[in-house]
């Protein structure tokens, strides 16, 4: 006989991987339509109304619609530290899912590159043990340094790519300040759930919702202002997919009084992990930078292709 734990597991393993495979496809279908539109300027609302003219990006949409459910469903049957590492590898299904859209070989290193940084994720979920079921903010949190600090690197994020004007620091930049906007809508997601319990108007009747209305969007829109810079779309995608769960388990420790493993090792474990993500993120970064220089017209233009590698 099949233990309820285990019949959880047998629901939650397969909605992760599938929505796992259904964020990557929503990745890439998204990634390859912002290379059908005229090239926007970072921050500008006008991307979207192109985009959405675009029957791939739409179908990037649905996908992610049907990922974000998936995900929901897996978990709420199983375990984060089962269910998270299944999540990321959305990475691996976006990079073999673009090469089909571009018609081109899976390049091995930008595979190998994707599957060291869901390695170095897993084990920094696997060591840290985030723990709890906080649904609102802690009275003990003092979250106004983490919301300093989060807010400071989006918007020198920011800064970085408007300044920037082409290359990979500019595709860095506003992946980087994806990643941490989507990880703060996350946070800030289990905090109006929590209050949605009390009451379907309780949540309208605080200032999460608000900030989750401003939030999410422009992190959505920054997202793919990064897919058009970006010439490839897995080294952007790998930093957006590291960021966005570590700033999410900050949040859970800092602002909703949640625990994580603290001790000397496993600090020293968790910062061994994050070694494993920034090796896997420069080699995928190194390897674009290659295939980039070894063809020639590559820029990003209208209507046309990341190209081939």
């Not at 949190?141 to 004007?165: G, K, Y």
Request: proline share 5%.
């Amino acid at each position: 006989m099949v233990s309820a734990t285990g019949t959880s597991l047998l629901l939650a393993v397969p909605a992760a991987v599938v929505g796992a495979a259904s964020m990557g496809m929503a990745s890439a279908a998204q990634a390859r339509a912002t290379k059908e539109v005229e090239v926007s300027r970072i921050l500008d609302p006008g991307l979207l109304r192109g985009l959405a003219h675009r029957p791939l990006w739409l179908v990037g949409m649905v996908a992610t619609g049907l990922g974000l459910a998936l995900q929901l469903v897996a978990l709420a049957f199983g375990p984060l530290l089962v269910v998270q590492p299944l999540l990321i590898t959305s990475l691996i299904f976006a990079g073999v899912i673009s090469a089909r859209l571009e018609r081109r070989p899976l390049d091995r290193v930008m595979l190998a590159g994707s599957g060291v940084c869901i390695a170095g994720l897993a084990a920094f979920l696997l060591v840290a043990r985030p723990s709890g079921d906080s649904q609102g903010f802690s009275p003990q949190s003092e979250p106004l340094p983490l919301a300093i600090a989060l807010a400071t690197l989006t918007v020198v994020a920011l800064i970085v790519a408007l300044l920037v004007r082409h290359g990979s620091m500019r595709v860095l930049g506003l992946a980087v300040a994806t990643g941490v906007l989507y990880g703060v809508t996350a946070g800030l997601m289990k905090v109006v759930a929590g209050q949605a319990r009390e009451g379907i108007a309780e949540p309208f009747q605080h200032w999460t919702l608000y900030l989750v209305c401003l939030v999410g969007p422009l992190g959505f829109l920054v997202s793919q202002n990064t897919f058009q810079q970006g010439r490839f779309l897995t080294p952007a995608l790998a930093v957006i997919t590291a960021l966005d769960p570590l700033v999410g388990v900050a949040i859970g420790v800092w602002w909703l009084g949640e625990t994580a493993n603290a001790n000397a090792w496993a600090l020293a474990g968790e910062g061994l992990a994050g070694v494993v993500i920034l090796v896997g993120i420069g080699l995928l970064a190194s390897r674009a930078e290659h295939l980039a220089r070894a063809q020639p017209g590559t820029g990003v233009s209208l209507n046309a292709p990341e190209g081939t590698a």
